[in-house]
C-alpha cells in the first residue's frame, strides 16, 4: 500500500557530509510527522531527527547542529542532511512516516534502512 524508499547512504570520512532521501509512494492520503532513526551494531534503534506536517523539528542532542530534517510535501519526501559527520554516527539510517492511507487508517511506516559508515 505505501512505501518508503530511502537513497544517499554510503561511505564517508570523518568531518564529512551526507544526504539521506525518503520518498514515499503509494496510497497516500496524507503525510502527518516523518522522521530519521538510526541503528548501530549492539545497539537500540533511536530517534535521530523529526519533522511534523507544519516543518516543527527536534532533534537527539548528539546531532544538534550538524543534521538537518526538512521535507518537500509536493514530492511526499523527506530529508537529512548530515554534517561533520563523526564514526560514531556510524549506523543504519531508517526513514519513518505516519501516514494516513486513501482508505482513512492512520498507521506508521518504515523504510528499509541505508547505511552509514563513516571512518576515522
Known amino acids: 500500500q505505501v512505501q518508503l524508499v530511502e537513497s544517499g547512504g554510503g561511505l564517508v570520512q570523518a568531518g564529512g557530509s551526507l544526504r539521506l532521501s525518503c520518498a514515499a509512494s503509494g496510497s497516500i492520503l496524507s503525510i502527518n510527522a516523518m522522521g530519521w532513526y538510526r541503528q548501530a551494531p549492539g545497539k537500540q534503534r533511536e530517534l535521530v531527527a523529526r519533522i511534523t506536517s507544519g516543518s516543527s523539528t527536534n532533534y537527539v542532542d548528539s546531532v544538534k547542529g550538524r543534521f538537518i530534517i526538512s521535507r518537500d510535501n509536493a514530492k511526499k519526501t523527506v530529508y537529512l542532511q548530515m554534517n561533520s559527520l563523526k564514526p560514531e554516527d556510524t549506523a543504519v539510517y531508517y526513514c519513518?512516516?505516519?501516514?494516513?492511507?486513501?482508505?482513512?487508517?492512520?498507521?506508521?511506516?518504515w523504510g528499509q534502512g541505508t547505511q552509514v559508515t563513516v571512518s576515522s
Open positions: 519513518n512516516a505516519d501516514v494516513r492511507t486513501t482508505n482513512w487508517i492512520l498507521k506508521q511506516y
